[in-house]
């Protein structure tokens, strides 16, 4: 999305838009573990995970708590926040370097190869894009998933 010359600004490139999209994925993983499996029986499965010994608890409960809670949701929107600013950032660095060059001089030289690396990462970021929403997708169907079963 907004990969177009002189609008080049995705979406996803604004930290809002991808934690009000895990904001969702999350309450959504959230109500399915609760309505299917009970609040007691979500926070037990997901905090005491089977086969450990009891006193291995004390320290895996709280850790698995903060990773779903907490760590999982943000990473989850930094991923897609910092890879779409980022290739933005490229554009927009090689697209000021071919504008800033372009002259009478040996800077035109320099200037068309800067534009030729700004279609390349054009090209790119378009692929970057496409697999990052499959990579969202993927872990956003995985966790919720993960919610309806009993075990971890």
């Given amino acids: 999305m907004s990969v177009v010359p002189l609008a080049q600004f995705p979406v996803t490139s604004r930290i809002a838009y991808p934690a009000v999209v895990v904001g969702l994925v999350w309450l959504t993983y959230m109500y399915l573990g609760m309505r299917n499996q009970g609040p007691w029986g979500f926070f037990r499965t997901l905090m005491f ?3 450990l010994p009891k006193w291995i608890y004390v320290l895996v409960a709280p850790l698995e708590l903060v990773h779903i809670v907490v760590t999982r ?3 989850l929107a930094v991923r ?3 890879n779409m600013f980022a290739g933005h950032m490229l554009l927009v660095t090689f697209s000021i370097a071919s504008w800033y060059l372009l002259g009478p001089t040996v800077g035109a030289l320099f200037a068309g190869t800067s534009f030729v690396i ?3 990462l054009l090209a790119f970021e378009l692929f970057i894009q496409g ?3 499959y990579i969202f997708t993927l872990l956003a169907a995985s966790y919720i998933a993960g919610a309806l079963e009993a075990e971890h």
Avoid: D, S
Wanted: aromatic fraction near 14%; hydrophobic fraction near 55%; charged fraction near 0%.
């Fill in 49 to 51: 995970p089977p086969g």
């Fill in 73 to 75: 949701p943000f990473t």
């Fill in 80 to 82: 897609l926040f910092a």
């Fill in 118 to 120: 700004v279609v390349t």
């Fill in 131 to 133: 697999l990052q929403a």
